[in-house]
């Protein structure tokens, strides 16, 4: 059996930051920033937003898009370096407040890499029958 993506979902913080912004806080160009990173804006999140609020919001739009329901899921996987506590996992608190209490929970910590390498762990757990 092969992974198949059933349902999309993203979220993005309202609060976006530019370049110019940065270099009203740092000694720094847009210039100098977008030839070393090719970023121009990032979004920030709230003071009162947490990795795991993030990820549920998109959760919650990728079952939407899948035309599914958490208790359909058993295992979430969550890819981040920027969790706020080590334990629980973040993937834990999104299985929690997305009411999936049959799912199995893991982060996974790889950086840039880390959607490719959930991706590749999950389509892994699926050819071998262990989730679905």
């Known amino acids: 059996m092969n992974l198949k993506i059933k349902g999309f979902g993203h979220y993005l913080p ?10 009203q806080m740092v000694d720094t160009s847009d210039e100098w920033i977008t030839k070393r ?7 920030i999140a709230r003071e ?16 939407a898009d ?4 958490p208790e359909e899921l058993d295992l979430i996987l969550c890819s981040t370096v920027s969790s706020e506590m080590h334990t629980p996992s973040v993937a834990c ?9 049959q799912a199995a929970a893991i982060d996974i910590n790889t950086a840039c890499s ?15 029958g262990t989730y679905r």
């Open 14 to 23: 309202e609060r976006i930051l530019t370049n110019q912004d940065l270099e």
């Open 37 to 43: 990173v090719g970023i121009k804006t990032r979004h």
């Open 48 to 63: 009162d937003e947490f990795c795991a609020d993030m990820g549920l919001a998109a959760a919650k739009e990728a079952l």
């Open 66 to 69: 899948a035309g599914m329901g």
């Open 93 to 101: 608190v999104i299985q929690k407040m997305l009411g999936a209490s």
């Open 114 to 128: 880390g959607f490719v390498t959930a991706l590749e762990i999950a389509n892994q757990f699926v050819r071998t």
